[in-house]
């Protein structure tokens, strides 16, 4: 049986470049923009020393262009350069770009081709993607999902050397949202705003600098569905409702599912008392956590725990209108906050 091939990550690619290794070609695609233009970005600015850029190094764009005329360039022979480097911008307006197909084949080994293909991905049944494959790097750039933001807010953070709570990520993931250029654009200004020696980031200064409430947000929502505080989660929802770019049934959805989930996995626990013990048996990674889920076995059954997965699962189905031709979102919201509360 063939070994499974690897598929390119940004970190590796990044790590490849920076060790002065590139490859023939490059087809950078996908939804999430930032890391398309790191890439693209990094071997512009380094592949070739600045002297000898204007000689050698080629930018064009893809609505501009045709795919023989690109295959026609990445031929040529550098002039002062060891390299030539041919960046193709907005290469989803590219036409015939099939016909780049021969040359990805048997590509010039002193040229770097670049091809930028953003909002949506190249059909991968085409020659050209499997022919770049073989002889060079085909990379997908994804959007991160909104369950997986706070976790990477924080390691954006430690590798900055800054720490961040849980509800302070929570709550910038909520405000800003999966966009990672815009993110880590607020990212950066929130460090920079910090105090002097001031190396952790607090809700209080989230609220100063991003202007998201402290206390309407999806952290909050899941404290008062933990706590069962029903006049709490009604609040955030109608805030929800009205605002919704400070939280939304997408965003809090996951942060539930997760926290009922490991609830249910609480009872079955050998011993669900011990704190310590409760810990590593849902494998987190501070115990203070705990206390949610010993606060959620007095609040809610186990036969209510698991009527309340099923409702996740039901509302995030009907979220993306399957079974559902009319409700709207903010009706899916208050219907799910009341089947949970009662």
């Not at 010039?108 to 949506?120: A, D, F, H, R, W």
């Not at 953070?157 to 910038?172: P, V, Y």
């Given at each position: 049986m063939a070994e499974k091939k690897t598929l390119p990550t940004y970190d590796g690619i990044m790590r490849d470049l920076k060790n002065n290794v590139f490859a023939p070609i490059y087809i950078l695609m996908g939804d999430e923009a930032y890391y398309i233009d790191q890439?693209?970005?990094y071997i512009q600015s380094h592949?070739?020393?600045?002297?000898?850029?204007?000689f050698d190094q080629t930018v064009v764009f893809g609505a501009d262009v045709?795919?023989?005329?690109?295959?026609?360039?990445?031929?040529?022979?550098?002039?002062?350069?060891?390299?030539?480097?041919?960046?193709?911008?907005?290469?989803?307006?590219?036409?015939s770009l099939e016909k780049l197909?021969?040359?990805?084949?048997?590509?010039?080994?002193?040229?770097?081709?670049?091809?930028?293909?953003?909002?949506?991905?190249?059909?991968?049944?085409?020659k050209l993607v499997s022919a770049v494959e073989k002889s060079g790097v085909v990379f997908e750039s994804k959007k991160l999902r909104e369950w997986q933001l706070p976790g990477h807010i924080?390691?954006?953070?430690?590798?900055?050397?800054?720490?961040?709570?849980?509800?302070?990520?929570?709550?910038?993931?909520?405000n800003v949202g999966a966009d990672l250029n815009r993110l880590y654009s607020e990212l950066d200004k929130l460090v920079i705003s910090l105090p002097s020696g001031e190396m952790r980031i607090t809700p209080e200064m989230?609220?100063?600098?991003?202007?998201?409430?402290k206390e309407f947000n999806s952290f909050e929502l899941r404290d008062a569905i933990v706590n069962r505080n029903i006049l709490k989660a009604n609040m955030i929802i109608k805030?929800?409702?009205?605002?919704?770019?400070?939280?939304?049934?997408?965003?809090?959805?996951?942060l539930l599912f997760s926290y009922f989930q490991n609830l249910m996995l609480a009872y079955y626990a050998p011993n669900n008392k011990d704190q310590n013990a409760l810990a590593a048996y849902l494998d987190l990674?501070?115990?203070?956590?705990?206390?949610?889920y010993l606060v959620g076995m007095r609040n809610y059954t186990g036969n209510k725990t698991l009527q309340i997965l099923q409702k996740l699962r039901e509302i995030d189905a009907k979220s993306k209108g399957l079974d559902n031709p009319s409700t709207s979102v903010g009706d899916l919201m208050k219907e799910l906050i009341f089947f949970i509360l009662h």
């Open positions: 890439v693209c970005d592949a070739l020393p600045a002297d000898q850029q204007a045709s795919g023989s005329q690109i295959a026609d360039l990445a031929m040529q022979f550098p002039m002062m350069a060891p390299k030539r480097v041919i960046i193709v911008k907005e290469a989803q307006g590219l036409r197909e021969r040359y990805a084949q048997n590509p010039q080994p002193k040229t770097i081709l670049v091809i930028c293909y953003k909002n949506g991905v190249m059909n991968k049944r085409l924080r390691s954006y953070l430690q590798a900055k050397k800054f720490s961040i709570d849980d509800k302070s990520a929570a709550m910038i993931a909520d989230v609220e100063r600098n991003i202007g998201v409430s805030y929800f409702d009205n605002n919704p770019k400070a939280g939304s049934l997408f965003s809090f959805l996951p990674k501070n115990v203070w956590g705990i206390k949610d």
